[in-house]
Each structure stands twice: as structure tokens, then as C-alpha cells.
């Protein structure tokens, strides 16, 4: 999301349900690095 219109840039989509984290030191992310992890559900397959 572009923070000075909002207007959406790029989507991403999971290939699994779970909850949705991350921890990041700096607000910018280089190409190729990771954006998210992903905690899978246990009883969600």
C-alpha cells in the first residue's frame, strides 16, 4: 500500500491458512527478502 495515496501496489496470496506474523528490525524490505511467516494451523490442513 502506497502510504501517501493508499492506493494498493502489489497483492499477495498464502498458500496456507494460519496466523499471519512477522518481526522486522526496518520498515523497508528488499527484493527477495521475506515479508511474513506464517504459524499453520494444527487442525486445518
Known amino acids: ?3 501517501l ?3 494498493i501496489l502489489e497483492e499477495f ?3 496456507c491458512s494460519g496466523l499471519l506474523f512477522t518481526v ?3 520498515p523497508l524490505a528488499h527484493k527477495g ?3 511474513a511467516r506464517i504459524a ?3 487442525d486445518k490442513k
Open 13 to 15: 496470496f498464502s498458500p
Open 5 to 7: 495515496d493508499g492506493n
Open 40 to 42: 499453520k494451523d494444527a
Open 33 to 35: 527478502s521475506t515479508l
Open 1 to 3: 500500500i502506497n502510504p
Open 24 to 26: 522486522r528490525e526496518h
